[in-house]
């Protein structure tokens, strides 16, 4: 599994992972530049909310054509695993982020509050839980079922949460929202899987032309969140120090969650590998899957400042799980870290960059 393919900077990755840098971070962060210096506004911004909804669906379709339902039946047997890591997404996380945003609330714009909120409230990553587990040598149809049913889930329950835990802020959200949730991101997704027996097979011989539709799909979206946030002159409230504080928060919400499944996977009797597939699975929040909710729930003038969070989580957890699945990957048993081949597939596999 090769999470660089699709990238539009491949002329540099090498450069660039010898550096330690995502090379879908610069991706990123040219695209907040091209925002800025040119905001699509008026007509054009309708336009765009369109085709953001277009490119939006179709990335839950090819999602749902390319996951294979028996590799997730199989992950469901190990439960003990499954409840532990949706414990994780969806309780602890939650937990952490209403003690992080009532002590932080006073001093960042509401916006960021409501944008680490949101961060607290989504699945787990998908590729990258996958690929980091498979590195670190670790049970991998187990982090496959834990991080594609997290991902199902979500998409009803993260806007539930949102609903809930969000009620009382300035933003008002609805049983509309998850309609919209259904309608944008799950129906797609069901009609992938439906139609996978036919085109599973010739997406899976086209996994660079899929993996730029996945990110560029993302780039179109993060363009039109910071277009809108622009011309609506939000980002004159943001300072640099309520970024680093952002940063720092990140941090320590990540800190908090590996301790935590670390400490319960090893109290809890796991095997190492088994405990390998909760830190990573349990630990990360997806941003595939974040900036398309968040482009549905919350207003279109806000959105930049609150996908922000999400965005620097995003990068300092590829970090911090890459350097922490190395350092799985050393224990002893003769294998070499860093080319591991996953559990049935014989495959070797390279540091992931995924969103």
């Not at 990238?7 to 840098?21: A, E, N, T």
């Not at 179709?58 to 890591?85: C, D, N, T």
């Not at 003690?99 to 509050?113: H, N, R, Y």
């Not at 922000?308 to 002893?332: D, G, K, N, S």
């Amino acid at each position: 599994m090769n999470l660089w393919e699709g990238l539009p900077l491949v002329p540099f990755r090498s450069v660039l992972s010898r550096f330690g840098i995502d090379p879908y971070l610069i991706a990123l962060i040219l695209t907040v530049a091209f925002a800025s210096l040119l905001p699509v506004h008026g007509m054009g911004a309708e336009i765009m909310d369109q085709v953001v909804y277009a490119a939006v669906a179709l990335l839950f379709f090819l999602y749902g054509a390319k996951l294979s339902p028996k590799a997730v039946l199989e992950g469901l047997l190990h439960w003990r695993l499954q409840s532990i890591v949706f414990l994780s997404t969806f309780l602890l996380f939650p937990l952490i982020g209403l003690g992080i945003t009532w002590a932080v609330s006073p001093f960042l714009p509401d916006e960021l509050v409501i944008g680490l909120m949101f961060l607290c409230v989504l699945p787990s990553t998908v590729q990258s839980s996958i690929a980091f587990t498979s590195i670190a040598r670790g049970n991998v149809p187990a982090a496959l079922c834990s991080a594609s049913l997290s991902n199902l889930v979500g998409m009803v329950l993260t806007p539930l949460l949102v609903a809930l835990l969000l009620s009382s802020s300035e933003m008002s959200f609805s049983l509309d929202s998850l309609w919209k949730i259904l309608l944008q991101l799950l129906v797609p997704f069901l009609a992938g899987q439906a139609l996978r027996p036919l085109i599973g097979g010739w997406l899976a011989a086209r996994k660079r032309v899929v993996g730029l539709v996945d990110r560029g799909s993302i780039l179109l979206v993060v363009y039109a969140a910071f277009s809108q946030g622009m011309v609506a002159g939000i980002w004159t409230q943001l300072g640099w120090t309520d970024l680093a504080l952002v940063l720092v928060l990140d941090v320590l919400i990540l800190a908090l969650v590996l301790a935590v499944t670390t400490l319960v996977s090893r109290r809890g009797g796991f095997a190492i590998e088994d405990e390998i597939a909760i830190v990573f699975c349990g630990s990360k929040k997806s941003m595939a899957a974040g900036i398309p909710m968040a482009h549905i729930l919350f207003p279109a003038a806000t959105m930049g400042m609150i996908v922000l969070p999400l965005m620097l989580f995003h990068q300092i957890q590829l970090f911090v799980c890459a350097t922490l699945a190395q350092r799985y990957a050393r224990r002893p048993d003769g294998k070499v870290p860093g080319e591991v081949e996953e559990p049935r597939a014989g495959k070797v596999t390279a540091v992931p960059s995924s969103v």
